[in-house]
Structure formats: C-alpha cells, structure tokens
C-alpha cells in the first residue's frame, strides 16, 4: 500500500508527497485538483525522491480537491435502525458542496444556529478515470484510492427545516473533513475496512465495511447510470451505526472536542470542532 498526501509547507506552497509511517517525502508541486489517484499519479507518489519532512511539521491539506462530493446514506444497517428507517432498496445519494472541505487537523466550525452538530465516520473512495453506466462487474475500476471523511452533519438543518435540507445541513463551511492521505488499492478488500470515531477515549462508532448494505460497487453502478463520475470525484459510502443523533440521550459535538475518525491504512483524521461565536 501507498499513501499521498497533499500537504503546505512554511512557504504557503501546496505539494504532494509520499507518506511513510510519520514521513513525508516530496513529490512536487500539488496541483489545483490535488492528488488525483491515477496509475501515473501513482507512479509519481511512488518514485518520489524529494525532501523529506515530518508530517507534524507541515499541515496537511485534504488531500483532492473534487468536483463532486456524493454521499450515500443509511448504508449500514444499524445506522438505519438507530435512525428509525427503513432499511433501503436502493442506496440513498445526496450531496456535499466542496466548499465544506478542509484537512486533517483544521477546525471544524458550526454555525450559530446549528443546535444539533454531529459526527458520521466513512469510508470515502476517489474515482481515477471518467465513468458513466458502469456494470457490477467493472465498476471498482473506476476507483484510484480511498480515504475517510467525516460526514459532518447538522441535524437541526437537516430534519427540522421544511422539506428537511440534507444537502444544506451537511454542506456548512468545514462539515467535510477529508483525509489525511488517499490509499492506493494494492491488496485493499474494499468490502473489508475497519471504519471508527472516537473523542477522546470514548469510542462512538466501531465497524467494518464488510457491514455495508451496498457495497462500493453497489454505488458506483447505481450513481453512474444518470450522473458521469469524473476523476477526482469522491464518494462517501455511509456510516455505521453510533452517530449523536441515535444515542439516547443525544450526543452532539461540543466546543473545544477534538473528533478522530480512523478508517485502516489511512491514517486518523482529527478535528478540533469550535461553535461560531
């Protein structure tokens, strides 16, 4: 397995770079789409052979920049039973704006008005090359890497409003914490990746993709019949059961808690939440 990451050093520049173990070895200037998990850009992150640092010692970037974000939800079956649902005949797409991005280790934000802020930890995959339609049997080719997101989600927004505004509610500036490095998929069993949240030492969520109710292949047949997926795109697969807004009593995220979540080989991607003065 390799990890890329998208990093800034003290000079402001954006760069890609290998990471190994805490290491990060320079691969060039980043950029404007990021790391866009292609065979050449692979090749790139692997042959790297540039300045090494500590990854403590630069901030680490989320580490694409997509055009899409599309998320599946209730795609775990205790999510769906916690969230009082249905289980679904067909996976449940909606959307985040790219906008809601910001890397490991930057604030997560809420706004003012936002009275129920919680966490949703997933598996994210990033697609590698143009796809529309893709059969059950092809459609992993589409995928070049994966990494975590925090599905970060406003509940209030999303399930009080009229018409209830899930893009809104889980689109507000920084409710999309992504990284902190893609995976390459060298020997990864997509259907098996261990998926968790924590703050602090009380665990939240604790699961595996084996879990999933449709699987990324799944997801990627159904989301690519009407919409082209285009490199770089990133879709967020669901999250496992253990979210604030099925806990009784609710637990949302505080001012000043710094939320982890972890997905295997990726890394863990932290985030201090602060509430809008």
Known sequence: MTNAVRYRTGSGEARLGRLDGDVITDAGPAPEAGFVPTAENWALIRDAAGATCAAADVQLLHPVVPRKIIAIGLNY??????????????????????????GHGETIVVPREETRPDWEAELAVVIAKRTYRATRDNALDAVGGYTAINDVSGRRAQLE???????????????????????????????DIRVSSRIGDEVLQDSNTRNLIFSVADIIEYVSRGTTLEPGDVIATG???????????????????????????VGTLANPVRREA
């Not at 099925?246 to 295997?264: A, F, M």
Request: net charge negative; aromatic share 8%; hydrophobic share 35%.
């Open 77 to 102: 079956r205790d999510h769906a039973e916690e969230s009082q649902l249905d289980i679904p005949e067909v996976p449940v797409v909606f959307a985040k704006f790219p906008s809601a991005l910001i």
């Open 239 to 265: 999250t496992p059961g253990g979210v604030g807004d099925g806990r009784d009593p609710k637990r949302y995220l505080q001012d000043g808690e710094v939320i982890e979540v972890e997905v295997s080989g």
């Open 161 to 191: 409003t009229p018409l209830r505004q899930f893009v809104y509610g889980k689109s507000f500036d920084t409710f999309a914490p992504l990284g902190p490095s893609i995976a390459s998929l060298d020997g990864v069993d997509l259907g």
